[in-house]
């Protein structure tokens, strides 16, 4: 099974930065899809980012610049860069993925497995 699991969240102060970190796994010839989506109390799950098996990356017109998307090298583990956190950035965030290509848009309906999230909170 593909099994998301993120770490790396915690408190920051406002403008400073967070690494996230998912490890899942794959498997040799799967095409596969990673995401990043945040949950914030009282809002609707949002998507981020995704990068898929050839490091391809979209991104979320509200989080190009500032959040960024990348795999390791040996491609089993994704991380998001946030930068210039706000407060407004304080969510749980979840690694998600699904099998086959990215799309050009985040419907996070699509994606048929999910990190248990990790929570970020930014003070002001």
């Known amino acids: 099974q593909i099994q998301p699991r993120e770490s790396g969240g915690g408190s920051v102060q406002a403008g400073g930065s967070l690494r996230l970190s998912c490890v899942a796994h794959?498997?040799?010839?799967?095409?596969?899809?990673m995401a990043w989506f945040r949950e914030a109390p009282g809002k609707e799950r949002e998507g981020i980012a995704t990068?898929?098996?050839?490091?391809?990356?979209t991104y979320a017109d509200a989080f190009k610049g500032r959040f960024t998307i990348s795999q390791d090298h040996t491609d089993n583990t994704v991380f998001l860069q946030m930068d210039r956190l706000t407060p407004e950035d304080t969510a749980t965030y979840y690694c998600?993925?699904?099998?086959?290509?990215?799309?050009?848009?985040?419907?996070?309906?699509?994606?048929?497995?999910w990190g248990q999230g990790t929570q970020v909170t930014v003070t002001s």
């Open positions: 998600a993925a699904r099998i086959g290509g990215c799309l050009a848009t985040l419907p996070a309906k699509v994606y048929n497995y």
């Open positions: 794959k498997y040799r010839g799967s095409s596969i899809c």
């Open positions: 990068i898929n098996s050839r490091d391809n990356t």
